[in-house]
C-alpha cells in the first residue's frame, strides 16, 4: 500500500493539541496566564505613572525586568538540566500566581509604593527566567519531532496574541475596575498553568556525562556545547542580524509625525502592524511542517525581515509602511517557529535546559539592543537610513553568516544536528 501523502495544511497545524492531552494543558495554561501577565504588565506601568507622573520612572519599569531576566535566563536553564522539570514549573508558576496576589493585596489596601512594584518586578523576571526553560525544554519530550513545528507555530500565537489583547484587556479592566482587579485576574489566571503543571508526568532530564557524576549542570559546559555546535549557534546570530541591526520600534514615534503626520494613534497602528503579522503568520502555519530544510527557512526569513524592514524604510504612506511591517512580523513568526524547532530536536536533553536560557538572554538583550542602535543612529543620521540601512546590514550579515558556514543551508530536520 502507497504511503499516505500528508496534508497540505494553510491554517495552524493542531495536531500536538489533538495528539497529547499534557501538551494541550500545558498550551492552554500558558496561553492563559500570558494574557494575564500582559494585562498586569500594562498595570503596573500605569501605576508606577499614577504614583510618580513620570515616564523616567516608567522606563525604570523595563530595567529592572531585563536585568534579572538576563542574570538569570542562564542560570534558569542550568538549574532546568539538574532537577524535574515539572517542579521547576510548577515552583516558579507558584511564584508568579502569588506576586499576582500580592500586588492585587497591596493595591486593596491602598498601599502605593513605587519600591514595591520594582521590587515585584523583578521578582517576577526571576520567576520566569527559571520557568520558560524548564517549560520549554519539556515540550520535545511530549510530542514526535515532526511535530515539533506545529507546536511552535502554535506557541507564537500564544505570545504574539497575549502581547496584542492583554494591554487592551488590561487598560480596560484597570480602567473600570481598578489595578486590584487586573491583578486579581492575573492571578486567577494563573491556575490553569499550575493545573497543567501539576498533571505533567515527572521531568526529570536525561543524565549526559557532563551532570552523570555531579549531578549539577554547569552554565560554562552550556557554552562550551554551543561553541561546538555551529548549527544551534547561527540560530543565535540569525535572530541577532534581525533584532540588533533591523529593529525599528524605537523610532515609531519619531517616523509616525515626520513621515506619516500623525500621532501617537499613529505610533500604535506602527506598533501594532508586526504583532498583526506575526499573528498571521501563526495563525496560516500549517504549511511549515513540510519544510525540511529549516537552516535555509532561516536564512531566508530572516533576510525577509530585513527587507521588509529597509522597504518601510523607503515608504511614505501609511498603508504601504504598516503592510511592509506586517510582512516583517510575519518572516519573524517563520524565523521563530524554526529556530525553536532546531534548538529543541538538534540538543540532547541534558543540554536543553541551558540553551533554552541562552535563548532567553538572546531574546530578551536583543531588541533592547536594537533599539539602542537605532535610536543612536537616527540623530547621528536620519531616521530614514537608521531603519533602511539597518534593513540591508541584516541581509548582508546574514548572506556573509550562510557563506561562512554553509552547513547551516543544508540542515535537514530528519536528521538534525548540532
Known amino acids: 500500500m502507497a504511503e499516505a501523502r500528508p496534508k497540505r495544511r494553510i491554517l495552524a497545524d493542531l495536531t500536538p493539541l489533538r495528539t497529547s492531552v499534557d501538551y494541550r494543558r500545558l498550551w492552554i495554561g500558558n496561553t492563559v496566564s500570558w494574557l494575564g501577565q500582559a494585562m498586569t504588565a500594562l498595570a503596573i506601568s500605569l501605576q508606577v505613572y499614577d504614583i510618580t507622573h513620570s515616564s523616567f520612572s516608567v522606563g525604570l519599569v523595563g530595567l529592572f525586568s531585563l536585568v534579572p531576566l538576563i542574570v538569570f535566563g542562564l542560570y534558569g536553564g542550568a538549574i532546568a538540566d539538574t532537577v524535574d522539570r515539572r517542579k521547576l514549573g510548577l515552583a516558579s508558576s507558584a511564584g508568579l500566581c502569588l506576586l499576582s496576589f ?12 513605587v519600591w514595591l512594584l520594582y521590587t515585584i518586578v523583578a521578582l517576577q523576571a526571576v520567576c520566569a527566567a527559571l520557568n520558560s526553560p524548564a517549560r520549554t525544554s519539556m515540550i520535545p519530550r511530549l510530542l514526535p519531532p515532526e511535530q515539533l513545528p506545529a507546536a511552535n507555530a502554535l506557541n507564537s500565537m500564544t505570545t504574539t496574541s497575549g502581547t496584542m489583547f492583554g494591554p487592551m484587556l488590561g487598560g480596560v479592566v484597570v480602567g473600570v475596575w481598578g489595578y486590584q482587579a487586573a491583578y486579581l485576574i492575573d492571578a486567577v489566571a494563573f491556575s490553569a498553568a499550575l493545573y497543567a503543571m501539576w498533571r505533567l508526568p515527572s521531568m526529570k532530564p536525561d543524565r549526559g ?31 541577532m542580524c534581525a ?9 515609531f514615534p519619531a517616523v509616525a509625525v515626520l513621515w506619516f503626520g500623525g500621532d501617537a494613534r499613529t505610533t500604535g497602528l506602527l506598533v501594532a502592524a508586526p504583532a498583526v503579522g506575526a499573528l498571521l503568520g501563526g495563525v496560516f502555519s500549517g504549511w511549515l511542517g513540510r519544510i525540511r530544510r529549516h537552516g535555509l527557512a532561516i536564512l531566508l526569513s ?39 524547532t532546531m534548538l529543541q530536536a538538534a540538543t540532547p536533553d541534558e543540554m536543553r535546559g541551558r ?20 535610536g543612536s543612529v537616527a540623530d547621528l543620521t536620519s531616521p530614514q537610513l537608521a531603519i533602511t540601512g539597518g534593513g540591508v546590514a541584516c ?20 536528521s538534525p544536528r548540532a
Open 102 to 113: 500580592v500586588l492585587a493585596g497591596a493595591a486593596l489596601a491602598g498601599y502605593h509604593r
Open 209 to 239: 556525562a557532563d551532570t552523570a557524576g555531579s549531578g549539577r549542570a554547569s552554565v560554562l559546559d552550556g557554552l562550551r556545547f554551543l561553541a561546538t555546535r555551529p548549527n544551534v549557534r547561527m540560530t543565535f546570530f540569525t535572530d
Open 243 to 251: 533584532m540588533v541591526l533591523a529593529h525599528p520600534r524605537a523610532l
Open 302 to 340: 530572516v533576510a525577509a525581515w530585513g527587507t521588509a524592514v529597509a522597504v518601510f524604510g523607503l515608504t511614505r504612506n501609511l498603508l504601504l509602511g504598516m503592510l511592509f511591517l506586517a510582512l516583517a512580523g510575519c518572516a519573524d513568526t517563520i524565523s521563530m517557529v524554526f529556530r525553536s
Open 355 to 374: 540553551l533554552q536560557g541562552v535563548f532567553i538572554v538572546v531574546v530578551a538583550g536583543g531588541p533592547r539592543l536594537g533599539d539602542f542602535l537605532a
Open 395 to 414: 541581509v548582508v550579515a546574514v548572506g556573509v553568516l550562510a557563506l561562512r558556514w554553509r552547513g547551516f543551508a543544508r540542515y535537514d530536520a530528519r
